[in-house]
């Protein structure tokens, strides 16, 4: 089992920035590759950004490409994800979730393990 619990989210004016963080616990941190998913109302949950067990290699959603950094410090036990040029429609519940490192980072069903999320509002 790994225990993930997520922290940083909040309101936020559009074009500002947000950090998001992920703590883990349980189960060798480092064995599991990372995500970030989230859900707006209304809409399913969807990828929005994922890297390897090592951090050496990054995925993201084509719609947060350029303004999201997702990255991992395994020695903290943490993941982050760095939100800049945040838009109105990125707001929605953001989850930290983990998989095995042979699945595919951009679905959602890869992921085993999950945090209850944490809410980012972004306003006009």
């Known amino acids: 089992q790994v225990q993930l619990v997520e922290s940083g989210g909040g309101l936020v004016q559009a074009g500002g920035s947000l950090r998001l963080s992920c703590a883990a616990s349980?189960?060798?941190?480092?064995?599991?590759?990372m995500g970030w998913l989230r859900q707006a109302p209304g809409k399913e949950r969807e990828f929005v950004a994922g890297?390897?067990?090592?951090?050496?290699?990054?995925y993201y959603a084509d719609s947060v490409k350029g303004r999201f950094t997702i990255s991992r410090e395994n020695a903290k036990n943490t993941v982050y994800l760095q939100m800049n040029s945040l838009k109105v429609e990125d707001t929605a519940v953001y989850y930290c979730a983990a998989r095995s490192p042979s699945t595919s980072p951009n679905l959602a069903r890869s992921y085993d393990y999950w945090g209850p999320g944490t809410q980012v509002t972004v306003s006009s």
């Open positions: 890297l390897s067990w090592s951090g050496g290699s990054t």
């Open positions: 349980g189960r060798t941190f480092s064995n599991y590759a």
